[in-house]
């Protein structure tokens, strides 16, 4: 199974202030037809996760253009400009590349 | 609108089975895969496993074969997942989610709760 390792695991953060969490795969996401499986999905507290960022770096419908993913292989990151205290949640990796799909272990995004 | 919608919360004894159901309606049904996913209290997110709506095929997480069943109702537009031989660590919300992008829509989630 290809293993999914997120960092950091907490990260307090100011209004207006950057984020950023980093996501690393055991081994290459590359896809047989060339894509990259990697998404970033946001869980506010109580809620089910929702789909922010895929193949890497594509928003979502309905995502603000504050969130933003990068990375190839097996290195990923994504950034919130600014964070806004809507985000405060966990944010998870996932790669859709192998089965089975496999997850982070969440960063939990939280206002200092 | 576009949406998912499971069964209710079910609290059921060691050992016994349960099945949740995923209903999906502003979209065609049979166009994505379905996955399963569930999350322990307090926990992070497992995949359990996938069916495709058009001709029931599934594969499930090593974790879950023996114990875990998949099923589709096209005339409902209905997932189905069936787990058995139910222990105190299966206790978790199990979400149901598809989409062209694996999850771009999620079902609200059903708390399995397993109590002697």
């Known amino acids: 199974d290809i293993v999914m390792t997120q960092t950091p695991l907490s990260s307090p953060v100011t209004l207006g202030q950057p984020a950023s969490i980093s996501c690393r795969s055991s081994?290459?996401?590359?896809?047989?037809?060339?894509?990259?499986?990697l998404s970033w999905l946001q869980q506010r507290p109580g809620q089910p996760p929702r789909l922010l960022i895929y193949?890497?770096?594509n928003r979502f419908s309905g995502v603000p253009d504050r969130f933003s993913g990068s990375g190839a292989g097996t290195d990923f990151t994504l950034k919130i400009s600014r964070v806004e205290a809507e985000d405060v949640g966990v944010y998870y990796c996932?790669?859709?590349?192998?089965?089975?799909?496999?997850f982070g272990q969440g960063t939990k995004v939280e206002i200092k | 609108q576009v949406q998912l919608v499971q069964s209710g919360a079910e609290v059921k004894k060691p050992g016994a089975s349960v099945k949740v159901s995923c209903k999906a309606s502003g979209y065609t049904f049979t166009s994505y895969y379905m996955h399963w996913v569930r999350q322990a209290p307090g926990q992070g997110l497992e995949w359990m496993g996938i069916?495709?709506?058009?001709?029931?095929?599934?594969s499930y997480a090593q974790k879950f074969q023996g114990r875990v069943t998949m099923t589709r109702d096209t005339s409902t537009s209905t997932v189905y997942m069936e787990l058995s031989s139910l222990r105190s660590e299966d206790t978790a919300v199990y979400y149901c989610g598809s989409g062209p992008n694996a999850f771009d829509i999620w079902g609200q989630g059903t708390m399995v709760t397993v109590s002697s």
């Open positions: 193949k890497i770096s």
């Open positions: 069916i495709n709506p058009s001709g029931g095929s599934t």
């Open positions: 996932m790669q859709a590349t192998q089965f089975p799909l496999t």
């Open positions: 081994q290459s996401l590359v896809h047989s037809d060339g894509n990259t499986y």
